[in-house]
C-alpha cells in the first residue's frame, strides 16, 4: 500500500516536472526550445507504436497505438502554443512602449 502510495507520488512529480519544464522551455526567446518536448514525445510515439509493426504485422492496432501514444506530444504542443501567445504579447507590448518613447 505504501508502495503503491509512492510510486503514484513519483509518477505525478515526474508529470509535474515535466509540464513545468515545458512551460519554461516555450517562454524562452528561441521559438524552437519549446518544440523539443513535443518532437520527442511524437519521436518516441511513432518508433514503439510501428516499431511493433514489425512483429504483428496489423496496420490498425499500431495506428491505434500510435495515437494514444501521441497524446502528451499534443497536451505539450497545446502548453507551447498558449506560451509562445503570452511571449508575442509581451513583444508586442515592448515593441509599442518603445513606439511610444520615440515619439516623446
Excluded at 512529480?13 to 524552437?32: D, E, M, P, T, Y
Excluded at 519549446?34 to 514525445?41: A, E, Q, S, T, V
Excluded at 499500431?62 to 506530444?73: C, K, L, R, Y
Amino acid at each position: 500500500m505504501v508502495s503503491d502510495m509512492r510510486n503514484i507520488f513519483v509518477f505525478v512529480f515526474i508529470l509535474g516536472g515535466l509540464a513545468v519544464l515545458q512551460v519554461f522551455l516555450s517562454l524562452r526567446k528561441n521559438k524552437w526550445l519549446g518544440l523539443i518536448l513535443p518532437l520527442l514525445n511524437l519521436l518516441f510515439a511513432f518508433f514503439a507504436s510501428f516499431g511493433q509493426m514489425m512483429y504483428t504485422g496489423n496496420i490498425l492496432p499500431v495506428i491505434m497505438a500510435f495515437i494514444m501514444m501521441s497524446i502528451p506530444a499534443v497536451i505539450n504542443y497545446v502548453i507551447y502554443k498558449a506560451c509562445r501567445e503570452k511571449v508575442r504579447e509581451k513583444d508586442k507590448d515592448e515593441l509599442n512602449k518603445m513606439n511610444i518613447q520615440d515619439l516623446d
